[in-house]
């Protein structure tokens, strides 16, 4: 618990720092403010870890995310783990009252099944949530031959064509989404309407992929994926 913890430590996740506290009466926090209100955003930085290293160091147990593959592959369970987080706020004893939902919509363990106000579920779609909690937001429209695989997280305004939305994806507001689609990231006002395949992928905002647009997520030689970034060649230590 952050608030539990003394004046003037730092925080460090596998060598790197993630929180630094002092007391604003130090003068090391003084210096820092000046920093700060002055603008020199160069020098705050570097004012900032050398002031870590001035204090008590602490070693704390958050999942640190250096890369956006670590976003992808830890999605599933921050999706469970919101989802647990937000069970007070929402109503689970009756999902199906506030949306059009058809009766020949099937739900699999529908205490971890959240849909919001005015969405429309077809008949013929599936919701398995017996790998983990399904959180649909408003207004989602849902059309028929379309599976949800949970852990999934669909955004207001969404909508899902048709198709296999595999475990760990999430899709934020006013996507389309049809084809199959597994453990992959959406941002908003993204498309991918048409069949194809995207797999373990982090899409911004605003992309539109084209008919049987399709990737592959596993290696041919079932090796681990490295990925070129501009400090030289990166081992992911996923496959």
Known sequence: NILELRSDCAVMISGTLALLRLSTH???????????????????????????????????KLRSVRYLWDLVHHNAEEIERDFELLI????????????????DCLVYNVDDVYIGKGCRIDGQVVIDARGGPVYIGEKVV???H??????????????????????????????????????AIFHGYSNKYHDGFIGHAYVGEWVNFGAMTTNSDLKNNYGEIKVELPQGLISTGLN
């Open 142 to 144: 849902v059309s028929p």
């Open 26 to 60: 130090s003068d090391t926090y003084r210096q820092l403010e000046r920093e700060l209100i002055e603008g020199r955003r160069e020098t705050l930085y570097s004012a900032i870890v050398a002031s870590a290293s001035a204090v008590e160091q602490i070693d704390g």
């Open 146 to 183: 379309t599976r949800i695989e949970g852990p999934c997280y669909v955004g207001d305004n969404c909508q899902l064509v048709g198709g296999k939305i595999r475990a760990g994806c999430s899709f934020g507001q006013f996507c389309r989404v049809g084809g199959e689609v597994e453990e």
């Open 88 to 103: 007070p706020e929402l109503n689970l004893s009756d999902i199906f009252s506030d949306s059009e939902i058809d009766d």
